[in-house]
């Protein structure tokens, strides 16, 4: 048996204990990190935003942002802003993309298929009316929405050919437990989580054909969705674009680690 000098050996062990310690998040300082999407990407819902970014309401504590401090990475263009649609992104969002970037996240599709009016036709109308506002959704989602994913994917790949993209989903929106907001019945949160479902199985196929990573954070979320002990997402609030949206620990504990999960 060949001696291992005793210096050596533990040398070895802590080499190989650094390693073993080391986050398994951990990316190169050159990445060039772009961020793109809408609302759930930019932060709405944290309710502290970055002066200069208007309307877009991006937020130091949305997780592009928060992923971006963690890894010092060379570069961070976060273009993300509340309210885009795919054709937002592509008419808007793409100009900081080129050879040299390393890594790309986008969410969206929610918009396109009437997100907001969804929630609202729920939180004001009768069960049926949810359900119908919410079927609507989904067949935009299964018919249209495909077609508009495909052409935003693509142009995201011709324009960061290089690119690592992680296309990240939307969490169910609820919990089913007691609930404290006027008429939010049981019936009308399981129609928008399986509402959910089906958006998330038209956004997965769409990235994984074009040779995207889906990264679903439906999981980390659960039971910390609206009308939960620990909401993760905000009820309806004042201003009412910060309703049905991540908050900060949803951010930072939902869709951070969501994001890592996936590189």
Not at 64 to 90: E, H, K, M
Not at 112 to 124: K, P
Not at 201 to 208: F, T
Request: aromatic share 6%; glycine share 10%; net charge negative.
């Amino acid at each position: 048996m060949r001696h291992v000098p005793r210096v050596a050996a533990l040398g070895a062990l802590a080499l190989a204990g650094t390693l073993l310690a080391a986050p398994a998040h951990a990316r190169s300082a050159a990445e060039n990190y772009v961020a793109l999407g809408d609302s759930y990407s930019s932060g709405v819902g944290t309710r502290e935003y970055f002066e200069d970014s208007g309307d877009c309401r991006r937020s130091p504590h949305a997780y592009p942002q928060l992923w971006a401090d963690a890894n010092g990475v060379a570069s961070f263009a976060f273009d993300a802003c509340g309210g885009a649609t795919t054709d937002d992104v592509n008419a808007e969002q793409l100009g900081s993309l080129g050879a040299d970037t390393t890594l790309v996240t986008v969410s969206v599709g929610g918009n396109d298929v009437g997100f907001a009016d969804v929630v609202q036709s729920c939180l004001l109308g009768t069960d049926s009316s949810c359900d119908d506002a919410v079927t609507e959704a989904v067949q935009e989602a299964t018919s249209v929405l495909p077609g508009k994913l495909d052409t935003t994917y693509a142009n995201i790949s011709e324009a960061a050919p290089n690119a690592e993209v992680v296309v990240l989903g939307y969490p169910r929106l609820n919990d089913l437990g007691d609930c404290g907001i006027p008429g939010f019945t049981v019936a009308k949160r399981e129609r928008l989580n399986a509402g959910a479902d089906e958006l998330a199985a038209v956004i997965s196929e769409r990235a994984q054909a074009a040779g995207f990573t889906f990264a679903d954070p439906r999981e980390r979320f659960d039971g910390h969705g609206v009308c939960s002990d620990a909401e993760w997402i905000n009820g309806p609030s004042l201003p009412l674009v910060e309703s049905f949206h991540p908050n900060v620990i949803g951010q930072a504990e939902g869709y951070l680690p969501t994001l890592e999960a996936a590189l």
